[in-house]
């Protein structure tokens, strides 16, 4: 059993997920922009103000192109792309009350995903050198989680499971109310044998019955170093391991090298920072 990776959206969701975004903001009009003369053309460009890690041109594309089918515009990088500050991202040229009604939106979507990739990024390079994979979990942006789970990837991360419905992950609650670590296995077994079976223990003596059980991968709960290298020589490869919890940038490197097989931190796309944006109409 492997992790998940989750490519980019469909068309579809992402001209639906803008769609519900510019519904949000413009309702009945953009009054604003309706100052500007429906005659007016403009040229305008999109800059990073730091650097970073790029996600999200199809999202602020759909953005331009949904306000106004007659918008172009110019990519000078693509999602994955390494930023530096002041880069041009994309030109886009066409009415002007279009460009400017669009641009929030289009801007919100770029710098979220893009903020996500970023941090993903950061981690990624604390544990370069290293065997282990760093996940994501389910601490995503309501109704933007296959998105931000594409940014995970965009910035070097892996996806855990995209929800509740394509892998078990037993936790501590789950465990208490099927009667014990056998019996909740046993019953995911029982109920689907196909997917990825993981269980959450907290102290190696649960860990040892998470190994009897069969399960295909068992997440160390809040363990210290030693624990958890006290984990990987018990397990000796017969189940993949996932340390969790108190993940900072000062531990994640020293957890790497215990010989975990993955890192799962809510960081990722739960404390993103936004990448620092910004649209320029140019002379």
Not at 24 to 29: N, Y
Not at 31 to 50: G, K
Not at 219 to 236: C, E, I, K, Y
Request: one cysteine or more; hydrophobic letters at 40%; proline letters at 2%.
């Amino acid at each position: 059993m492997t992790s998940h990776q989750t490519p980019s959206p469909s068309q579809d969701r992402i001209r639906h997920q803008v769609a519900n975004a510019l519904a949000e903001d413009i309702r009945g009009g953009d009054i604003t922009a309706q100052l500007i003369s429906e005659e007016a053309q403009a040229n305008a460009r999109i800059i990073t103000r730091e650097p970073g890690i790029l996600c999200g041109a199809d999202w602020a594309e759909q953005a331009f192109m949904q306000v106004d089918s007659r918008v172009q515009l110019e990519w000078h990088a693509r999602d994955g792309d390494t930023l530096s500050a002041n880069d041009t991202l994309f030109t886009v040229s066409g009415p002007a009350r279009a460009l400017l009604t669009a641009e929030r939106t289009a801007l919100n979507f770029l710098q979220l995903l893009s903020g996500t990739a970023t941090r993903c990024h950061h981690y990624a390079n604390l544990v370069e050198g290293t065997n282990v994979k760093l996940l994501d979990t389910r601490k995503t942006i309501p109704g933007l989680r296959l998105a931000q789970k594409y940014a995970v990837t965009c910035g070097g991360c892996h996806n855990h499971r995209i929800g509740l419905f394509d892998a078990f992950l037993i936790k501590e609650n789950h465990i208490m109310a099927c009667g014990g670590i056998t019996e909740a296995v046993t019953a995911a077994r029982a109920m689907n044998s196909e997917v990825l079976l993981e269980i959450e223990v907290e102290s190696l003596a649960e860990l040892q019955l998470a190994l009897s059980a069969g399960a295909d991968r068992i997440m160390l709960d809040n363990f210290d170093l030693q624990s958890m290298r006290d984990a990987v020589a018990l397990t000796g490869g017969k189940a993949e391991l996932e340390a969790s919890g108190n993940v900072t940038d000062a531990t994640l490197r020293p957890i790497a090298e215990t010989g975990v097989d993955y890192i799962s931190i809510g960081a990722l796309t739960k404390d993103c920072k936004a990448l620092d944006l910004s649209m320029r109409l140019l002379d």
